[in-house]
């Protein structure tokens, strides 16, 4: 009966709100020969992401070295994380270039190929610092909640992937394979937001789907 409603929820409940993207890239000659590292953004701008910096495409514009970069759901704002050594930049970009806000957050392993950023239409962001463990940020940059979505299996799992709803009040977090007991599952949790004064993000329910 829960595989039945698992997949109840993927098929029907999961792709409408599947409006937030993360993109990890690692450079590669066939990559950059075919154009697919070209992003259009809002307004008909353009950026390329190439050997670990993201350019805007235009006279004169800007360009920065980036760890992950993330769009926001309408194309409107720019993520890019940029890890000093000790923790994570985190910079909301237009698309422009120009920078809106850039802000600190949480320590960061070196090199981490987990590494993803989240905008929201609004200026929140997501940050997955690694495969299972998330942190959010308001508008300002201030830390909200942070949280994990480890099933807690010693045989492995695999990156839990992200998807937020248009107004940002539910996050669903999906972690396609978990190995467990010889055998292989899978997982997805639903978060529902509630927005305190300060406009930071707070927990206030938690769902979880196991099949």
Known sequence: MIRILFQLFLVMIL????CAQSIKISATEATSANGMSVYTLDQGN???LKSGSVRFLGEGAPAYDFSAVGFSPDRSLVGV???TGNEARILLLTPQGDTL???SSVSLRANDP???VYPTNTGHSLLRDNIMNFTFHD???VVGESISTGSGSKAGETVTKVATSPNQEVTVFYTPKIKQKGALGSKAELLFWLTIPSGVFSKMNRATLKA
Do not use: D, Y
């Not at 792709?15 to 599947?18: C, D, E, F, R, Y």
């Open 114 to 116: 987990s590494l993803a």
């Open 15 to 18: 792709p409408s709100i599947l």
């Open 46 to 48: 353009k950026v390329e």
């Open 81 to 83: 994380v940029q890890n």
């Open 139 to 141: 508008g300002t940059g």
């Open 101 to 103: 806000n850039s802000f």
